[in-house]
């Protein structure tokens, strides 16, 4: 006999599928009574009983007579008592996920399909991103590129608004040599079809007039026309959604875009911990074993400049604390990732459920970046709510965003004073808070 072949025992009554399961696996020896299964000559790799006869008794002597062997109950109820040396499995169950993992991913096949029609007669393709490009919709943009089998010519990744700042960005773009356009309104007219991953169309105002297609994870705001949309705003990332076309239509994922997928997820999701759901983890586990983890080390290492030190430690130095909200004025900032890494910081401190920064980017516009703990799950809800009127805001669940004109601000509190400004925050951000606790509780 083989030393390495697998033997399992069967006792009482099982459905045919599960035999043939196993007998894949090695030998299957199916036996009716207890007698029966204690005369057999040699060793088993598993003993696996059916739940209708189980018994302590019955197990406690196979125990006896098999030390060495592992002993299964199929499916049934869990014991209420069960022997320590006893798993009870629900084999139906484990068949049951695995099947409606492949259907879900077929169902997602027929997706890819669509959006692939979509955009199957354009010469040149946008893909567009919001105006901050994140790790999230720098890797969904690559990983869009692949499913399409396109090229940088004949799908350029690219945004509108200012070159990206914040260090980890930069150092991805760098890092994976990832082509990045910055754009000009008048650019656009050069494409003849655009995709915007992980914003939606709303964000732009009315400067764009047509979009084929949108997949974000951002719940939607309001109507437009796209020929494809998949919004799934219970994923943690667009990253997510990407990795599930990919996987559904078959397509080999390369070390550079499993280790950008990786990275957006982590970042959007605060390494699994915010927003996070099982299709995320399910996605972050299934590109961990394929990413270059040396090189995300070096993205998320990268460094803060020595020069910006000093704002970290002048802005720390305005902050205040009220209701449970960490404020933190950042001042002027020519970057804008400063004001949202004191906001990282902020809901760290001991107590606070919020945690607000806001600064003033490029002398024309008020920045807030805000976040919560979490269970208070609403930021981007709340920054849409307040200040949607006056300016672009929104979020997610847990951390949120707002950039308003200056002018507009002036309107609100006189003066674009940050003495003023400073009140005027602290007051409406404090009270929709205590509002929205109110509410919720
Ligand atoms: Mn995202």
Known sequence: MEANLKRYLFLGEFDSILLGFFSKRG????????????????????????????????????????PQTPILVSNGDKHTDPPPYVRF?????????????????ARTELKVEELRKTHEKSKKLLILLHDHPDPDSIASALALRTLLKRNKQTAVIGHLG?????????????????DLHELVPEDLKEYDSISMVDVQPPYFGDLIERVDSVIDHHPQVSKYEADFQDISSEEG?????????????????????STAL??????DTVVLNRDANADDIEAFTFLYPNANLGLLRRIERAEIPSTEIK???????????????????????????????????????????????????????????????????????????????????GGHRSAGKAVIPLSQVRKIVGSGS?????????????VAVVEKNGNEN
């Not at 499995?89 to 991913?105: A, G, N, P, S």
């Not at 959604?241 to 550079?256: D, G, H, K, N, P």
């Not at 107590?351 to 607000?356: A, D, F, Q, T, Y």
């Open 162 to 178: 200012e070159k990206i700042s914040r260090p980890e960005n930069v150092a991805m773009i760098e890092i994976l040599d990832i």
């Open 27 to 66: 030998e299957v020896i199916w036996v009716s009574s207890l007698d029966e299964a204690l005369n057999q000559t040699g060793n088993f790799t598993l003993i696996i009983v059916d739940s209708n006869i189980f018994k302590t008794k019955l197990s406690s002597n196979l125990r006896t007579h098999y």
């Open 418 to 430: 940050q003495d003023k400004i400073k009140k005027w925050l602290t007051k409406v951000i404090s």
């Open 262 to 267: 990786l990275y957006g997820i982590r970042t």
């Open 311 to 393: 704002c970290f430690g002048q802005a720390l130095a305005d902050h205040w604390i009220e209701k449970n909200i960490f404020f933190v004025n950042v001042g002027r900032v020519k970057r804008e990732y400063l004001i949202p890494k004191m906001a990282d910081f902020g809901i760290q401190v001991k107590g606070i459920e919020w945690s607000v920064a806001f600064g003033i980017l490029s002398k024309t516009h008020l920045v807030i970046s805000i976040r919560n703990v979490g269970y208070v799950k609403s930021a981007g809800r709340l920054m849409r709510e307040l200040f949607n009127e006056i300016g672009s805001a």
């Open 89 to 105: 499995v629900k084999f139906e169950e484990i068949i049951d996920t695995q099947i409606m993992k492949e259907e879900k991913l």
């Open 237 to 257: 990332a667009t990253s997510t959604i990407m990795t599930s076309y990919l996987r559904s239509a078959q397509v080999e994922i390369s070390e550079r875009l």
